[in-house]
Every structure is written in structure tokens, then in C-alpha cells.
């Protein structure tokens, strides 16, 4: 069982860049996939990265590859997404989740998920 928090949304202009923060608890996390998913309004709820328990693997929706960035702190019990050259389209609320599973990266299935941050992007 984990508890996750998330923190670091905000506001942000076309074109700018904003770090995401996932605060976990739990005394396996570091045995543990961590992953981030974001939903809009009115729409589906879709995955936009995961990384293995290692932090060696992986994996992102084409959508952001090349923008976006999963790494974790297994120290701290923190996963980060960080976000570059931010469009209207990534406008969404930005869950963090975790896989029980140490090694679920391209067929990440969350077990937990955390209460979401916001992520609004300008023009």
C-alpha cells in the first residue's frame, strides 16, 4: 500500500516548462513502478509516462516524448515528471499512480493513484 501526493501544477505560458512532484509513503516503493496519467475535461483519462522501480527503464506516450521527462528519488520517496515546451493540449489534471509491479513500464497498470494537480497551459 502507498500514499501519493502530488504538487508542483500551476499556470503556465505556451512554450514554458513546469516540474511535477510525487510524494509516496510506504515501505516497498522502491519495489514499486511509478507512472503519471492526466485527464481534461470531458475526456478520457490517458498514460503519460512510467518508470521502473530502478528508475533504469522508461517509456512515454508519443504525445510527449521528447518533452517530458520521469525520473524518481528513491531516497526521498519522490517521483518527478518534468515538463518542456508545454502546449494548450497538455492542459489537464496530472495524476501520479504505482504499480506494484517493480518492472511495469509499457504495460503500467496502476494499483494506487494520487488526488491530482492541475496543469494549465496559455497561449
Known amino acids: 500500500q502507498v500514499q501519493l501526493v502530488e504538487s508542483g501544477g500551476g499556470l503556465v505560458q505556451a512554450g514554458g516548462s513546469l516540474r511535477l512532484s510525487c510524494a509516496a509513503s510506504?515501505?516497498?516503493?522502491?519495489?514499486?513502478?511509478m507512472g503519471w496519467f492526466r485527464q481534461a475535461p470531458g475526456k478520457e483519462r490517458e498514460f503519460v509516462a512510467a518508470?521502473?522501480?530502478?528508475?533504469?527503464?522508461?517509456y512515454y506516450a508519443d504525445s510527449v516524448k521528447g518533452r517530458f521527462n520521469i525520473s524518481r528519488d528513491n531516497t526521498k520517496k519522490t517521483v518527478y515528471l518534468q515538463m518542456i515546451s508545454l502546449n494548450p493540449e497538455d492542459t489537464a489534471v496530472y495524476y501520479c499512480?504505482?504499480?506494484?509491479?517493480?518492472?511495469?513500464?509499457?504495460?503500467?497498470?496502476?494499483?494506487?493513484w494520487g488526488q491530482g494537480t492541475q496543469v494549465t497551459v496559455s497561449l
Open positions: 499512480a504505482a504499480d506494484r509491479r517493480p518492472s511495469a513500464v509499457a504495460d503500467f497498470r496502476p494499483n494506487w
Open positions: 510506504g515501505r516497498t516503493f522502491s519495489g514499486y513502478g
Open positions: 518508470v521502473s522501480s530502478t528508475g533504469v527503464t522508461r
